[in-house]
Every structure is written in structure tokens, then in C-alpha cells.
């Protein structure tokens, strides 16, 4: 947990530092930021994606990550709890903007939890206790989360949460998802991780489309599930 804990940190601190520059920063410059933020996150994406062993793994945990993402709403779910933590922590001001809470609380939670690094860097901090890959992680993370709140606001912050949350269980079931993992099964992971990552890029930081990437997360779960179905038939 203390690499979780860092990466925590970090996100806060630069949430902090971003809100403080917020208003002396010029809008030209933090829209340049944040493209440039999302350019990054698109071409590591494609990095990230081009690891794959099998793309059709990739495609089929896509698909059907999708159908279960939207079965379960986790888009509007993510919304919810949005709209619940402003009215919660941020009633006392009668101008917030909804929207841009909320929109900062989904694009910080999505780019800061998806992703190899947050998943192979909870496990190896709670295997063998060696923070050295969500360290740096957490340097990422607080420059994001500089960027991040300095454009969308006080939202970013609570994004934090999610993080522990998410980075927090992998670290303590690191054990047991150990155990069954194989390198092909992480690869497949980190490719499919890199596609939803390159729907972050193009919808909540360049904006080019909207996609709903919250209804792919599912498939960081039927990646891994998928390879170890079809070792067992061959």
C-alpha cells in the first residue's frame, strides 16, 4: 500500500499546486496543457496496444466489455457519484459548474486508474513491497493532476480517492491475482488498456469525439479471462 499512498500524494499536491496556478494561468496555456497531456496519453496508448500478441484478444474483450460496461451503467455510475460528491463537498458555492466538476472528477479517474503501471506497480508493491514503478507513476500522476485541475477544478482532487481505492485492492489481492497470472495474460491486458487509453486521449482530452470509455473497463478484466480460456482448449 505505500506506493498507492504515494501516487495519492502526488495527485493531491498537484491538484493543489494546478488550483493555485489555475487563475494566473492564461486559458490558451491550459488548453495547450492539457493537449498536449492528451496527445501523450494517445501515442502511449498506441505503445502500449502494439504489445499485444493477438489482437483479436483485444477486439473480443473490447466488445464485449462494452456490452457488460453498458449493462451495468458504469458510465452514469461514475456520473452519479460525480454529481454526489459536488453536491457533498462543494455546495457552499452557489456558481459551481456541475459539468466542469465532474468532467475533471471522470477524465482524472479514468487516466490516473487505467493503465500497466497501476496495475503491475500495485502488485509488486504488495508482493515484494517495491515501490519503484508507482513512483513513477506518481510523478505522471501529479503533473496530470496539475494540468488536470488548473483547466477542470476542484473534481481532480477527488479523483484521489478512486485511485486508492482501485490501486489499493490490487495491492492487497496481489497474492492471489499473482498466482494465476502469465506474462501473455498481462500483455493482453496492457494492450486492451491501451485502447481504452486512446479513448481517453480522444474524448475527455483532445475532444475530438465523445466516447463513453467508462463502459470499456470491463474488458481490462475479460482480457486476461479470454487467454486463460483458450489455453485450456489448446
Given amino acids: 500500500m505505500t506506493g498507492t499512498l504515494i501516487n495519492v500524494g502526488a495527485i493531491l499536491v498537484g491538484g493543489l499546486v494546478g488550483l493555485l ?25 498506441v505503445s502500449l496496444f502494439l504489445k499485444t500478441q493477438n489482437a ?25 457519484l460525480g454529481v454526489w460528491l459536488e453536491a457533498r463537498f462543494n455546495h457552499g458555492n452557489q456558481n459551481a459548474d456541475k459539468d466542469k466538476f465532474i468532467k475533471g472528477f471522470l477524465a482524472a479517474t479514468l487516466v490516473f486508474c487505467i493503465g500497466p503501471m497501476a496495475i503491475l506497480g500495485s502488485i509488486e508493491d ?7 514503478t508507482l513512483v513513477v507513476k506518481s510523478i505522471l500522476d501529479g503533473f496530470g493532476a496539475m494540468a488536470f485541475a488548473s483547466s477542470l477544478g476542484v473534481g481532480v482532487l477527488f479523483s484521489a480517492l478512486m485511485v486508492l481505492i482501485y490501486q489499493g485492492s490490487i495491492s492487497l489481492l496481489a497474492a492471489q491475482v499473482q498466482s494465476v497470472a502469465t506474462p501473455v495474460m498481462m500483455s493482453e ?18 475532444e475530438i469525439k ?20 483458450i489455453t485450456l482448449i489448446n
Fill in 56 to 80: 483479436l484478444i483485444v477486439l473480443g474483450s473490447l466488445l464485449l466489455g462494452i456490452l457488460i460496461g453498458e449493462w451495468w451503467r458504469i458510465e452514469e455510475g461514475l456520473q452519479n
Fill in 21 to 45: 496556478l489555475g487563475s494566473r494561468l492564461a486559458d490558451r496555456i491550459k488548453r495547450t496543457v492539457i493537449s498536449g497531456l492528451g496527445l501523450f496519453t494517445l501515442v502511449y496508448g
Fill in 189 to 206: 491486458l496492457t494492450a486492451t488498456g491501451g485502447v481504452i487509453l486512446m479513448g481517453i486521449a480522444l474524448s475527455g482530452l483532445l
Fill in 210 to 229: 465523445q466516447i463513453r470509455t467508462a463502459s470499456y473497463l470491463p474488458a481490462l478484466m475479460l482480457a486476461p479471462l479470454i487467454v486463460f480460456l
Fill in 126 to 132: 504488495g508482493l515484494t513491497g517495491n515501490v519503484n
